[in-house]
């Protein structure tokens, strides 16, 4: 067995100065819950086609308060639009969202988007109906150097169980749901999770972050400042494994704080700049596509003009702050808690040595 995995902050990592909430996750952010399903069966030798499977499915709920009637602010960022998100021209349209948002892979996302349609029409009259039809946020990331793509292993199955199985609390991190078959600064990534909790003084809003992490090259992995992907090497064993220099990342924002569309696109573009701190450079075939969405912050579908209020301009910098610090540790805690994982024709991705990572961070005072 190989070392056990923990999160950054139990190898001692502290980013920023805002505490996190109970579960360091997104779910700490009140109503949001989080689903898997991993698929992960079959060995290496399978032909393409029929396997190995090295992939998944995760959902987000930002509340489950009939989302459809009562949909969430949200805006949009891309910092490098190689990738898929389905729903993003909705969003920068309306500044909204009323479906479960849903992470999987590239060649996934036509049957995820129709099962959760599907999902949605079994279980409400309105959809496609009095209600009119949904256009659910499907977003991707490619895992086809471990994942057999051609195989089409992601079923209407799981994108249900996904659904229903969603829950707050803790959120499962690394080789789960969509981040079974992805990658992190060519180590194995996935999914990770944070969250920052504002003090009163700074409105004592909660900003919660969920990533899907397929991005990244080594030399220039980033941890807290500390520039760790210069002394890991490539072992022997991974000389001449297919290069990962570009790929792709999701990350998702979620905060109680009354943010309205505009402003919602200004957090998810800060929360851009967390991926940069960890090393990404968004490269020319990658897609980091970056979504933020309030809780509080319904805007609704009556007629009529209708006056909510906002978090003011002057108080909105906590919230950043917050974004780009929770988004730097999600990526983190996806390399952290993520496992060595094999896939088609051999292909290998190796978990970071966290004891390694503990003696760099040591010797650079961290």
């Given at each position: 067995m190989?070392?056990?995995?923990?999160?950054?902050?139990?190898l001692g990592i502290s980013i920023g100065i805002y505490s996190p909430g109970m579960y360091n996750a997104i779910t700490d952010v009140p109503g949001v819950a989080v689903g898997h399903t991993t698929v992960h069966r079959g060995d290496t030798t399978l032909p393409p086609g029929r396997g190995p499977a090295r992939t998944g499915v995760t959902v987000i709920w930002p509340h489950r308060d009939d989302l459809l009637r009562n949909p969430v602010a949200a805006g949009f960022f891309?910092?490098?639009?190689?990738?898929?998100?389905?729903?993003?021209?909705?969003?920068?349209?309306?500044?909204?969202?009323?479906t479960p948002l849903a992470l999987t892979n590239t060649m996934s996302v036509g049957l995820v988007y129709d099962a959760v349609c599907r999902y949605l029409v079994e279980r409400d009259s309105g959809v496609g109906a009095d209600e009119g039809p949904v256009i659910p946020l499907v977003a991707e990331c490619d895992d086809s150097f471990l994942n057999d793509a051609r195989g089409f292993h992601v079923t209407h199955e799981h994108v249900y169980a996904a659904l229903d199985g969603a829950s707050a609390g803790p959120v499962a991190e690394g080789c789960v749901g969509a981040g079974t078959g992805m990658h992190c600064f060519q180590f194995?990534?996935?999914?990770?999770?944070?969250?920052?909790?504002?003090?009163a003084d700074a409105g004592g809003w909660t900003v919660g972050v969920l990533v899907l992490t397929n991005f990244g090259r080594r030399h220039r992995l980033t941890v807290a400042g500390v520039p760790v992907g210069a002394h890991l090497p490539y072992a022997p064993e991974e000389v001449g494994t297919p290069s990962r220099d570009e790929g792709s990342g999701i990350v998702v924002v979620a905060t109680d704080a009354p943010l309205d569309g505009r402003q919602l696109a200004r957090v998810a573009k800060r929360a851009a700049l967390g991926l940069g701190r960890t090393g990404s450079t968004g490269g020319d075939t990658s897609g980091e596509l970056l979504v933020a969405f309030s809780t509080t912050y319904r805007p609704g579908r009556e007629p009529g003009a209708a006056a909510r209020e906002v978090v003011a301009?002057?108080?909105?910098?906590?919230?950043?702050?917050?974004?780009?610090?929770?988004?730097?540790?999600?990526?983190?805690?996806?390399?952290?808690?993520?496992?060595?994982?094999?896939?088609?024709?051999?292909?290998?991705?190796?978990?970071?040595?966290?004891d390694r990572l503990r003696e760099i961070l040591a010797a650079h005072g961290r």
């Open positions: 190989g070392e056990p995995r923990v999160r950054a902050r139990d891309a910092l490098s639009g190689t990738g898929e998100m389905t729903a993003r021209s909705e969003i920068e349209e309306l500044g909204r969202i009323n194995k990534g996935g999914i990770g999770t944070s969250s920052r909790v504002l003090p301009s002057y108080a909105i910098d906590p919230i950043f702050e917050a974004a780009v610090d929770a988004t730097e540790e999600a990526v983190l805690n996806a390399l952290c808690m993520a496992t060595t994982t094999d896939g088609r024709d051999g292909h290998v991705l190796p978990a970071i040595p966290l």
